[in-house]
């Protein structure tokens, strides 16, 4: 799907805007549209690439055709993609009412999103493998419940799956701290998890039940060593290793998310549920939970001879990461540039982590998606850098 129909898929009719239905014949004066706080940042199109693992289940009826045939049949085939992200944001709601019984009214604000991730583990064969609409909501603080300002994701997901999570941010100096995530099963219900490993999990094992079987290839290049696939975020800390990132804005959103917060959840389909009591599912997503870092980075660009008069430049960022997209600025400078030189810039860049619990045949199985986005267009150099 390209940027233009991305755009053209998110956007609302020029006379929608958000707001009260007056209750007087002259209407009240309009009030100052929320803030986004955070997400002021998810503005236009994001892309990148990053890593996505889900343990789904298999079965004799449809079983799925390995290379090396499996000595017996499994219950569970473990999928890891290779993945191209695009992420793509338009305009703020603005003032979106919620009518309160036990207190005053509240007014939202957010963001409509629309993000498909395709994957690349065989370049030349890109498949689509996730479409996700949804919205970003800023909810302010509140007496009834008594909660600080949140921030809410609502999407729905082509399997037939909704959620609804809620969390907060938090902001600080410096990279992110980016915790461990582990993809190992654990027993339904546990608590601590109480831990079933496969061999699928073993880079090394050859002939398991894994897409792909085979994974000598991608260790040699890098892209899934045992190191990633025992813990996916140490793709996220290997693309930032060599980065400038001057400030982080941590946003952690769980559909069953810990006291004092509370609400949100998750939904599904009756075949994903198995039955009503859902005792007996096929892959019933019972609990997802996501952690989005917004980075400030710094990068050095390196200006070429530059006459007035010329059409604008657009200069990439210095290559990070091996296979990693890295940003491009459009500049369009306001002097002569008579030698090269070099001009420091700062851009956003998103990172995310998130862990969805699907459960089946008496396990939770931890389905991880990982990425790193950088802005998709040319980013405009302010005329500042020039003075």
Known sequence: MTDSELSTALVRPTNFVYGAVSSL??????TAVPSLGPLAAFTGTFRGNGLNTIFRPDNTATPTPLPTPLPKP????????????????????GSVPNRGEVQGDIFLNGVPYLQTINDITVPTQPVGIHFEPGLWMIVPATNDPEEGVTLARMASIPHGTTINAQGTFSEADGPPKIPAVDITPFVIGTNPPKPVPFPSQTATAEGTARIPQDLAPFIAAG????????????????HIAKQKITSTTTIFISTAPTAPLFGGGTDNIAFLLGNQAGS??????????AVFWI????????????????????????????????????VTPTVEITEPRQITVRTTQIQHSQRVL????????PHVSVATLVPSDPISVPPSVWS
């Open 280 to 289: 007996v599912p096929n892959a019933n997503a019972v609990q997802m939970q």
């Open 25 to 30: 014949t002259k209407p009240r004066a309009v």
């Open 223 to 238: 892209t899934l060593t045992q190191d990633i696939l025992t813990d996916p975020n140490t793709l996220l800390r290997n």
């Open 358 to 365: 699907l459960n089946f045949n008496g396990l939770s199985w």
């Open 74 to 93: 499994s219950d569970n085939i473990l999928e890891l993609n290779l993945t191209a992200e695009t992420l793509s944001f338009s305009p703020s709601l």
């Open 295 to 330: 980075e400030t980075v710094e990068h050095t660009i390196h200006i070429p001879i530059f006459r007035l008069g010329q059409p604008p430049l657009v200069v990439q960022a210095a290559t990070g990461e091996a296979g990693q997209p890295v940003p491009r600025f459009k």
